[in-house]
């Protein structure tokens, strides 16, 4: 799609700062075969999640996200804009004008998303092009070469999200203040179901049922009496496709805990809590079920 100048410009700037300042909410990846680690804000790591999951839903490889991520990281910096050259919108800067959707269509990130693989799976062995090449068969931008920059970041991004590496990807995610009136136990615990429900709602939707079988909910008793409630997502507990699923459930989970209000996320011995941030993925004696798998448990509450 073309894109003016001035907009080419923007994005790329807002590329170059993915990265939180000091201090501010930020996720981090873990550098691959000593190259250096890729930091970014919770809001551009959520998008960049939810695209990694509709591919999943698909059945497409990490390729496929590889290419995506590199294009909304060119087009909108894994934004998902109100604004953008003429009438382009969203993650990929799509147009109702040219058919990519209706406005509040194309400013739904999984639709967004899904209108782009949509289309890429539609461009002759799309997998062996080079990344830019592959982005602009389906972007037709006015910079063609533009997604060249961000494929070393959308690379180990995408390897990340696709689970291939375990705990690669951890988040440090604003926590409520403290003393904040949360309605008493009563109030918390159907705070706490509202929230575990809407982790459901979209696990679903953006992984698709078929993916994720069998994901339930039950309630669990936390320190001092708080509720929480948490989300189980079944694993297969053998066979390396089956641990890259529950690692690609987990740091989606990670990487949208501060939109969802996610408190810990288990999974193969390893534990994520917001409260403890900082300090990333801990080993935990069973998290999440014994061996390297077992089941995500995604835990919501105060």
Known sequence: MAVAALLGAGAYLAVQQLGAGPGEPRCTVAAADGGAALELTPERAANAATISAVASARGLKPRAVTIALATAMQESGLRNLDHGDKDSLGLFQQRPSQDWGTTRQIMDPVYAA???????VKVPGYERLPVTEAAQRVQRSGYPLAYAKHEADAELLADALSGRRGAALSCVVPRPAKGADTGGAAGAEAA?????????ERL??????????????????GAKGAHGRTVTVPVARSGDDAVRRGWQVALWSVAHSAELGVEQISYAGRTWQASDAPEGWRRTADAGGSGAAGAVRITTGQ
Do not use: I, N, Q, S
């Open 114 to 120: 899904g209108e782009f693989y949509a289309h890429l």
């Open 192 to 200: 706490d179901a509202t929230g575990a429900a809407r982790v459901r």
């Open 204 to 221: 679903v939707r953006e992984f698709g049922a078929g993916v994720l079988p069998g994901v339930g909910t039950k309630g669990t008793a």
